[in-house]
């Protein structure tokens, strides 16, 4: 069964960083993304990789945040640096297999003084 356990989150100040892991279990890691939803708003796309590395990242993180994947151990990472106020939301990683998208349990990122 496809399951993606998140970890990392929590409470940091502004400009500090965060590294988010997604452990994935069920598959092999192939294209994958982190999400974000903040209250009120829409989820959004941050960041994804592809099975051979391609990254992308949505305007407002570019320079701030690298994914990453660890093929050894089925796992993808979003490391986040000089963290801002609205990066505040619950981050989700995500995968899609077969059409069909798949959805971590979100993990709280908080930035905050």
């Known amino acids: 069964q496809v399951q993606l356990v998140e970890s990392g989150g929590g409470l940091v100040q502004p400009g500090g960083s965060l590294r988010l892991s997604c452990a994935a279990s069920g598959f092999r890691v192939n294209a994958m993304g982190w999400y974000r939803q903040a209250p009120g708003k829409q989820r959004e796309l941050v960041a994804a990789?592809?099975?051979?590395?391609?990254?992308n990242y949505a305007d407002s993180v570019k320079g701030r945040f690298t994914i990453s994947r660890e093929d050894a151990k089925n796992t993808v990472y979003l490391q986040m640096n000089s963290l801002k106020p609205e990066d505040t939301a619950v981050y989700y990683c995500n995968t899609v297999l077969w059409g069909i998208h798949y959805w971590g349990q979100g993990t709280q990122v908080t930035v905050s003084s």
């Open positions: 990789i592809t099975s051979g590395g391609a990254t």
